[in-house]
């Protein structure tokens, strides 16, 4: 009974081609002249047929065995077929699909590895952070690395010769980084020896590549306390011997496995514990600017755990209807449907119905939000016109913590949604479902906690800059109002987004005035708003998308393509039954702090 997964592709390019249209933007960056739609379409579909046919046969067996831990040599031992399915995928060019050519990449748009990343986590994850995270520290290096450091490093990372780890928590702090102790001593010839000890380094050891270089947050000896005084250094594995791509690995480093951690979910990544004896390790940009260099590649992993959660969201949905059209149990409560059975199939049902257009619906609203998120990307990096860069960097910021947030909490209710679909069945090991569940609870926690992400939305995004960013893509959802509020068809689309968006604006300011008069009044009230923001992005890409499915309806008639049909009705299904939650998270928003902070300490 192993998990079924068919790449979403239609859905894809109806993403890409008709409701982003991204080759009328690619066209204007020089970085993507050559790119078309033809090769867009045959990169998704070349990157899914390896996700199905190599990445999702290991997933269950991945699971089952997870990493073995040598501690004599301390070393860490991938699942079976984990280092295989590696070297197939750095054979085929994958690692370099969107990295600097300059460097040996293929130099395609960021929006393409993100639609790979989708398809990736949908069918295996635990594989997936491994070059996933090699391209993170890739972008850090690629921004704030010396040319030395670029010429060495770049060419290897961009291959999948070598891959990348970050190293940030330390056993007595996770999020607040200021407390951070890993020491870095400056030596004569301009490397420094850094000591110290890590936890939670996915990827921190294995066995599927030559190298690996970990990018450590340390302290140099004269550090101002907290936050302002953090180093960012690169600490390889191995050290390299010679230059360039010529590079090869030296003698072993001190930076080792101490052990690694036995998780809930991921068991096919290797979570370690890591500890520096004397490492060498190299600056990477200023001293104590190391957290501004390293936020170069959390926000890309922000983004990349977003997608961990629209890809376990297509892939539970997509096992659970394949169930739900075959398990037969009781009849519809309004007549037998399969009159040639015992009993009709489960699909038939009212609340399976919902729990499956529940997480259709997050799914392909998700899609929508993260491919235009990631075409963002590339406009803020590649577009020659500079406001139309600032403008991609702004949707950007404000944008990176919805993804992250919002879309991993909504993976975990539709994993656990699918679960429940199959009753029983899904408590058991055999079917998969329950492994989809463990590996979706993870994507809330690491990478900044959802709180945390939704606290970077109110109060670093909206507050601080007074809601100017927010005020951008309320633009955006005005001028869409506005363009389509006056035609009679549209109404049951475009009036539900007109209302969330006036709510949105009303809700921010008066919990900007709240604020300024007691800070826990925006403690209180993140988690609810980063949910009723999220539905203000989600049900303007499905009003979008409504009125392109509703125009090719009412122009076709009945030989209309049914995926137009079917996008019709969950865009339906999305307004009547999910929209309407924000009605409960407004109100909860608006409750305050009183009742969370009245009970003493001493009483809990």
């Not at 059209?325 to 059975?341: C, E, F, N």
């Not at 137009?564 to 939650?581: D, N, Q």
């Amino acid at each position: 009974m192993t998990q079924k997964y068919t790449p979403p592709l239609r859905d894809q390019q109806f993403v890409l081609h008709e409701l982003l249209k991204v080759m009328d933007t690619y066209q204007q960056m020089p970085a993507f002249k050559d790119v078309d739609a033809d090769t867009m379409n045959q990169v998704l579909e070349e990157s899914g047929k390896f996700c199905a046919e190599v990445l999702l046969p290991i997933n269950q067996s991945g699971d089952a065995e997870g990493c073995t831990f040598d501690r004599d040599a301390r070393t860490v031992k991938t699942p079976k077929g984990f280092k295989e399915a590696f070297d197939q995928f750095r054979e085929a060019g994958w690692q370099g699909l969107a990295l600097d050519p300059k460097y040996g990449g293929q130099g395609l748009p960021a929006l393409l590895q993100i639609a790979f990343y989708e398809m990736q986590y949908s069918t295996n994850q635990a594989w997936s952070m491994y070059p996933g995270l090699t391209i993170g520290a890739y972008e850090c290096l690629h921004v704030h690395g010396t040319e030395a450091q670029k010429s060495l490093y770049l060419p290897k990372l961009g291959s999948g010769e070598w891959t990348g780890t970050m190293c940030l928590t330390e056993p007595h702090c996770g999020t607040d980084l200021g407390m951070l102790r890993t020491k870095a001593e400056p030596q004569a010839d301009g490397s420094y020896k850094i000591t110290g000890a890590k936890i939670f380094i996915s990827s921190g050891e294995h066995d599927m590549a030559d190298n690996i270089v970990h990018l450590v947050l340390a302290r140099l000896p004269d550090a101002p306390a907290g936050t302002k005084g953090i180093s960012l250094f690169i600490v390889p594995k191995f050290l390299p011997v010679g230059e360039g791509e010529s590079a090869t690995v030296g003698a072993r480093n001190g930076i080792y496995c101490g052990g690694i951690e036995h998780k809930m979910g991921i068991h096919g990544n290797s979570t370690c514990q890591m500890v520096l004896e004397g490492a060498t390790g190299w600056l990477v940009g200023e001293p104590n600017k190391g957290l501004n260099a390293m936020f170069v590649m959390m926000n890309g992993a922000r983004l990349g755990v977003g997608m961990q959660g629209l890809g376990l969201t297509e892939v539970a949905y997509q096992n659970a209807v394949a169930y739900a059209k075959d398990r037969i149990q009781s009849r519809s409560l309004t007549g037998p449907k399969a009159t040639d059975k015992p009993a009709d199939p489960i699909i038939v049902h009212p609340d399976v119905r919902k729990m499956l257009l529940t997480a259709r619906a997050y799914a392909e609203a998700g899609r929508a939000f993260g491919y235009w998120v990631a075409m963002q990307q590339d406009i803020q990096f590649q577009h020659p016109d500079e406001d139309a860069r600032k403008e991609a960097g702004d949707m950007m910021a404000l944008m990176t913590p919805i993804v992250k947030a919002f879309m991993t909490d909504n993976g975990w209710t539709c994993a656990s949604d699918c679960l429940q679909v199959f009753g029983g069945h899904g408590y058991i090991k055999e079917w998969g479902m329950e492994q989809i569940v463990r590996d979706a609870r993870i994507n809330m926690i690491y990478e900044g906690t959802n709180t945390i992400q939704s606290l970077d939305l109110i109060g670093r995004k909206v507050l601080m800059d007074n809601g100017a960013k927010l005020k951008k893509f309320g633009k955006m959802v005005t001028e869409f109002v506005e363009t389509y509020g006056t035609k009679e068809q549209y109404a049951e689309f475009v009036n539900p987004l007109a209302d969330i968006g006036d709510k949105v604006t009303k809700l921010t300011m008066e919990l900007g005035m709240k604020a300024m008069g007691n800070a826990d009044e925006v403690g209180a009230a993140a988690v609810s708003y980063l949910r009723v923001v999220g539905h203000l992005v989600y049900a303007y890409f499905w009003a979008r998308m409504a009125v392109i499915a509703l125009d090719k309806v009412n122009a076709e008639g009945d030989k209309v393509d049914p995926f137009y049909t079917a996008k019709l009705a969950v865009a339906r299904f999305y307004f009547a039954k999910l929209l309407p939650e924000t009605a409960g998270e407004i109100r909860k928003a608006r409750a305050g702090s009183a009742t969370l902070m009245a009970l003493p300490e001493e009483l809990f």
